[in-house]
């Protein structure tokens, strides 16, 4: 497996708090990696150092071999697209036009009708083409969010021109709380999504809060808290009674599926058991 | 105008998804030739209305003569066509097209469409150097070295949008990284300082520098001349030309920064070239006409109802229809009273300011 990104003892402190302690971390073509953590056990800051959005205050983040500070905004973007959490736009784009946005910070080169076709195509890997000519602003949260995955597609198809129609795999697209907003239908149907994605060799790096979706889509789940690694490996491992007892501070008991014998988390009231 | 436009583009069937991006790109160009017909016609209709009055047919003709060199050239028409409302016209065109672009960048750079270059300080700071000028400049200026202070005042304007817009930068700018929301504030508190020391200007002027001063607040094309548009010309041509290459920044900008980084842009570059060329715009205006306010707020606000949010289409639409808004106000400034004039900037403010109002209105809910 080669390695898509390696983070090697990255760190992030700002006026003398330190939000991620140094951490090692690589991600392989075609994985999954989960991370989970509750508020504040700086998920955000480790994903944005990946991204590198944030510049570490200590370590380095290298995709591809090479310093993620070295490689150029638009080269960046070829290689990995972010969903962030997404805002509310002060402009009354479409939710074509804010897919069409991811498609040109990249290329620009498309145009005219094969720009169009891109679009649409995204547009349906998200289940949004019926929403293709509505005002983002008038979108709800869940709407919202689908068209930012449609555009984060867009932005993996432009990348993947833009180097010359490599083979998929080389290109990451990280995911930061991509299902918040989503119903239940509409949540496992990003994660199917991404995970494809991920089967056609591309690392997939998401943020997630549930437990039980971590578990079904992770190949690895990295635990934070307070800024720390403090579990990282196959989902066997990682969910397990008593180091999620640790890292959420309730109880969670852990039961085995019928069949496949997968983890899975059913919380319960606090000194009821 | 704006309503044809509409009207015709949601006629087209927009049978598929396919068909309705097709539809939205083909309105945007009708939207561009409407606006470019607009512009030709108040263009025409501005040369031939005044004192003397001349049909558009005559003043076609007369443009026709000056290009090839032929015909009359020096008949009382064509010199009051050639020499006194060409540059006037071209002045107007030019100023109206960077305020209005100016005014879309800002926007843009803030994502708030209530930003606007007077709003944030630039257009006082290039008013108030213009006033430094005016009153003090004969006392600046040694009397031995024989120049006019007043040819001063289009650098000094100049100068001060670019300083105002370069400390507001400098404050808002922490480690490489622009703050939106400080460089608002920063912003506002600049043109009320601005306001202040323009208010002592005017306690310290003679009864003449008062009256340069009252005119040069509220904004004038009178004082065009081929001499003043051969230095302002240069600066807002290229301002308008260098534009179109930020549109892909300023679409992912409005996205917001972090995912304008995450699409592949340069932000940070993006950011200090789009204050540069607001600066330029708006000092090189305020110094050919002076402060001319809401053309930058109205223009951008209402083609993003009619062409669209897209800064690829917003930024030739608005520095079209800002051109013709100021040709078109200073039709009115200069008619409805003659033979005296009103400043432009009366006008502007009269058909920007209830817009305006409006605008804060519709924005909560208060109008459909």
Redesign the interface.
Do not use: C, M, S
């Given at each position: 497996m080669t390695a898509l990104i390696e983070a090697a003892d990255v760190a992030y402190a700002v006026s003398g708090r330190t939000l991620v302690h140094p951490t090692d971390l690589t991600l392989g073509a075609g994985e999954t990696l989960v991370i989970v953590g509750p508020n504040g056990a700086g998920k955000s800051t480790l994903l944005?150092l990946l991204?590198?959005?944030l510049a570490p205050s200590a370590g380095r983040v290298r995709y591809g071999g090479r310093d993620i500070r070295a490689l150029?905004?638009?080269?960046?973007?070829?290689m990995?697209?972010?969903m962030?959490q997404s805002?509310t736009?002060?402009?009354?784009?479409?939710v074509?036009?804010?897919v069409g946005?991811?498609l040109?910070?990249?290329s620009?080169g498309a145009r005219?009708?094969a720009r169009?076709?891109r679009?649409?195509d995204a547009?349906a890997r998200a289940d949004i083409?019926h929403l293709?000519?509505r005002d983002v602003q008038t979108l709800s949260g869940g709407e919202r969010q689908r068209a930012q995955f449609a555009r984060a597609l867009a932005?993996l198809e432009a990348g993947r021109a833009a180097m010359g129609d490599a083979p998929r795999g080389g290109q990451v697209l990280f995911l930061d709380e991509p299902v918040s907003s989503l119903d239940l239908g509409h949540q496992i149907a990003l994660l199917e999504a991404a995970r494809a994605l991920a089967e056609d060799g591309l690392g997939v790096v998401a943020v997630l809060h549930d437990l039980n979706l971590a578990t079904l889509y992770a190949d690895r789940i990295v635990a934070l808290a307070g800024g720390r690694v403090v579990a990282a490996g196959p989902p066997d491992r990682v969910v397990d009674a008593a180091l999620l007892r640790d890292v959420f501070a309730v109880p969670l008991p852990v039961h085995r599926r019928a069949g496949s014998g997968a983890p899975f988390v059913l919380p319960e009231r606090p000194g009821r058991g | 105008m704006s309503a044809g436009v509409a009207g015709s583009g949601a006629s087209v069937p927009?049978r598929t998804?396919?068909h309705?991006?097709?539809a939205?790109?083909a309105r945007a160009r009708l939207g561009l030739v409407a606006l470019v017909v607009l512009v030709v016609a108040l263009s025409i209709l501005a040369l031939g209305a005044g004192a003397v009055a001349i049909p558009p047919g005559r003043v076609v003709a007369i443009l026709r003569d000056a290009a090839t060199g032929a015909g009359e050239v020096a008949t009382r028409d064509a010199l009051v066509v050639t020499g006194i409302r060409l540059p006037r016209l071209l002045m107007g065109l030019l100023v109206g097209a960077a305020l209005a672009v100016a005014g879309a960048l800002m926007q843009g750079l803030f994502?708030?469409?209530l930003a606007d270059p007077g709003l944030v300080g630039v257009s006082s700071g290039a008013g108030l150097a213009a006033g430094v000028t005016i009153v003090l400049g004969e006392r600046l200026v040694p009397a031995s070295l024989g120049i006019d202070p007043f040819a001063l005042l289009p650098i000094g304007a100049f100068l001060g949008g670019l300083a105002s817009t370069l400390v507001l930068y400098a404050i808002a700018t922490r480690n490489g990284r622009t703050s939106i929301a400080t460089m608002l504030l920063a912003g506002i508190a600049l043109g009320a300082l601005a306001g202040a020391a323009s208010g002592v200007l005017a306690y310290v002027s003679d009864d003449r520098q008062l009256r340069d001063l009252t005119f040069w607040s509220l904004g004038s094309l009178g004082g065009a001349t081929w001499a003043k548009l051969a230095v302002i010309a240069p600066i807002l041509l290229a301002t308008l030309a260098a534009t179109p290459i930020l549109a892909?920044a300023l679409?992912?900008l409005?996205?917001?920064e972090?995912?304008?980084?995450?699409?592949?842009?340069?932000?940070e570059r993006a950011k200090a070239a789009i204050v540069v060329l607001v600066a330029a715009a708006v000092g090189a205006s305020v110094a050919a006409a002076g402060v001319i306010g809401f053309v930058g707020i109205v223009v951008p606000h209402l083609l993003?109802?009619v062409v669209?949010?897209?800064h690829r289409v917003l930024l030739p639409a608005s520095a079209l229809l800002g051109a013709g808004l100021l040709v078109g106000a200073d039709l009115v400034a200069r008619t409805v009273v003659a033979p005296a004039e009103l400043p432009i900037g009366i006008v502007t403010a009269a058909i920007g300011a209830p817009f305006f109002l409006w605008l804060l209105l519709r924005r909560r809910g208060l109008f459909p």
């Open positions: 944005k991204t590198g959005e150029p905004a638009w080269r960046l973007a070829a990995r697209a972010v962030a805002e736009l002060a402009f009354p784009f479409t074509a036009e804010v946005i991811g040109d910070g990249v620009g005219g009708a169009d076709a679009i649409l547009l083409v293709a000519a932005q | 927009a998804p396919a309705a991006l097709a939205r790109r994502r708030n469409p892909r679409n992912a409005v996205l917001g972090a995912e304008a980084y995450h699409l592949g842009i340069a932000v993003r109802l669209g949010p897209d």
